[in-house]
T-cell receptor, first 114, second 112 residues
Framework: DGGITQSPKYLFRKEGQNVTLSCEQN?????MYWYRQDPGQGLRLIYY???????QKGDIAEGYSVSREKKESFPLTVTSAQKNPTAFYLC?????????????FGPGTRLTVL | DQQVKQNSPSLSVQEGRISILNCDYT??????FLWYKKYPAEGPTFLIS?????DKNEDGRFTVFLNKSAKHLSLHIVPSQPGDSAVYFC???????????FGQGTRLTINP
């Protein structure tokens, strides 16, 4: 089964701790993305990566870090510098076909910082 | 600056009738538009897309219409079914950029 997996589904952390969210895809997509969703809002882009060993900041990158050492993996670290880390985090991937570039999403991780 | 707007936070439709969800955008460089469906605590599911060279795209019960001059797109669902109850997001990208800009979403409720 091809798809995107995110783990864990629910994550609780104490304030001041860094936490890493996992995202793995077996779709052989070049590009991967991290979004966050807050209640009543759309998805906002945190970071994205178009190729291995390269990534760019999205609209709300402050307090987050990423790595892209393997094509299938794009972990997101929520650092203690992120002022409001409690949110629903979504990972996506896509492959440019020369015509379209549809992003497909994982099931999400809900992070709660206590 | 909200480049993609869904002005209706919620919509209620009777089962079997047509659901019409609307989306407006401000950036004239957007050339690819998508609709996603999302259930609570799950990731969005891709529904249908349209590029700016078209004004209509159909896939089963779902049709997306694009009016470039008005910078407006809409998603029609016919007939509406109870399983269609979800939050629907429109998204846009432009100039080959892979970044998507999302609207705030519209919660669709299908009543029996």
């Amino acid at each position: 089964d091809g798809g995107i997996t995110q783990s864990p589904k629910y994550l609780f952390r104490k304030e001041g701790q860094n936490v890493t969210l996992s995202c793995e895809q077996n779709l052989n997509h070049d590009a991967m993305y991290w979004y966050r969703q807050d209640p009543g809002q759309g998805l906002r882009l945190i970071y994205y990566s178009q190729i291995v060993n390269d990534f760019q900041k999205g609209d709300i990158a402050e307090g987050y870090s990423v790595s892209r050492e393997k094509k299938e993996s794009f972990p997101l670290t929520v650092t203690s510098a992120q002022k409001n880390p409690t949110a629903f985090y979504l990972c996506a991937s896509s492959q440019w076909t020369g015509d379209t570039d549809t992003q497909y999403f994982g099931p999400g991780t809900r992070l709660t910082v206590l | 600056d909200q480049q993609v707007k869904q002005n209706s936070p919620s919509l209620s439709v009777q089962e079997g009738r047509i659901s019409i969800l609307n989306c407006d955008y401000t950036n004239s460089m957007f050339d690819y538009f998508l609709w996603y469906k999302k259930y609570p605590a799950e990731g969005p599911t891709f529904l249908i897309s349209i590029s700016s060279i078209k004004d209509k795209n159909e896939d089963g019960r779902f049709t997306v219409f694009l009016n470039k001059s008005a910078k407006h797109l809409s998603l029609h669902i016919v007939p509406s079914q109870p399983g269609d109850s979800a939050v629907y997001f429109c998204a846009a990208s432009g100039q080959g950029a892979q970044k998507l800009v999302f609207g705030q979403g519209t919660r669709l409720t299908i009543n029996p």
